[in-house]
């Protein structure tokens, strides 16, 4: 029988009622039988559908939050040299 979990709740569940609980914010986990520790084996969504244009919209942000942060990195790390020699 699958198992759902939410937050630290965890309930064994019959294969049928697994979409509704998907749909209440239930994560659909497996237990790794090696490490004994739960693996989300499907995300929930809680219902929540979001169409093409916002996941494009939300990608763009990431891509440009991407870039973003790799400028930085290169600012930084280049300060950081800048630093060094300013101390010796």
């Known amino acids: 029988m699958p198992i759902v979990q939410k937050r630290n ?3 064994t569940v019959p294969e049928e009622a697994v ?3 998907l749909d ?3 994560d659909l986990i497996e237990v790794d039988p090696k490490t004994k520790k739960a693996v989300v084996k499907h995300k ?3 219902g ?3 169409s093409p244009g916002e996941h494009q ?3 763009k942000e990431l891509e440009s939050a991407q870039e973003e942060i790799e400028k930085l990195k290169a600012e930084n790390k280049k300060l950081q040299a800048e630093l060094k020699k300013q101390e010796k």
């Open 44 to 46: 929930a969504t809680g």
């Open 24 to 26: 209440d914010g239930y």
């Open 19 to 21: 979409k509704r609980y």
């Open 9 to 11: 709740k965890q309930l």
């Open 57 to 59: 919209q939300v990608v």
């Open 48 to 50: 929540i559908v979001i």
